[in-house]
């Protein structure tokens, strides 16, 4: 999948856009690629000579993977964005440097009404690097006639 094309499904641009390439995608399943560069805003201090990504822009790579996935449960309905609700149970296994690629697994669990549940993956060298389950609501905006707008 093109870069457009996950502009299209996602709202995340550059610099939080985190992911480069959709590898493998099916109804509840999806695997996404990021490299980390040296130029990352985010490792630029953390850590100053022994740079590593963030523990939480590993969860938003997740997050992000997520919501492509979900992009086609919301039927196109346009402004649909997913919204993280709830991370549980981040592990963090192996540290993660510029240079480094990783592959990006996000399933889906369950979903009860406009409530999601899935888990996400983070694999460095085919090992696991992180994992956490998380849930998130789909928020679809109002248009003027439900906020209030109208009746003004």
């Known amino acids: 999948m093109s870069i457009e094309a996950i502009e299209q499904a996602i709202p995340h641009r550059p610099p939080m856009r985190l992911i480069d390439e959709i590898c493998e995608q ?20 953390h850590f100053p000579g022994q740079p590593i990504v963030p523990g939480v822009i590993q969860c938003e790579c997740c997050l992000q993977a997520g919501a492509v996935l979900l992009h086609q449960q919301m039927d196109g309905a346009a402004g649909s964005v997913p919204v993280a609700t709830r991370m549980d149970s981040v592990k963090f296994k192996r540290m993660i440097r510029p240079d480094d690629s990783v592959e990006i697994h996000v399933t889906l669990n369950d979903q009860l009404s406009n409530a999601f549940y899935l888990t996400g993956k983070m694999m460095l060298n085919g090992k696991l690097a992180m994992r956490l389950d998380f849930a998130v609501s789909v928020s679809v905006p109002e248009s003027p006639a439900t906020n209030g707008e109208a009746e003004r």
């Open 26 to 45: 099916s109804e509840k399943s999806i695997v996404c690629k990021k490299t980390f560069s040296a130029d990352e805003f985010f490792v630029q201090g």
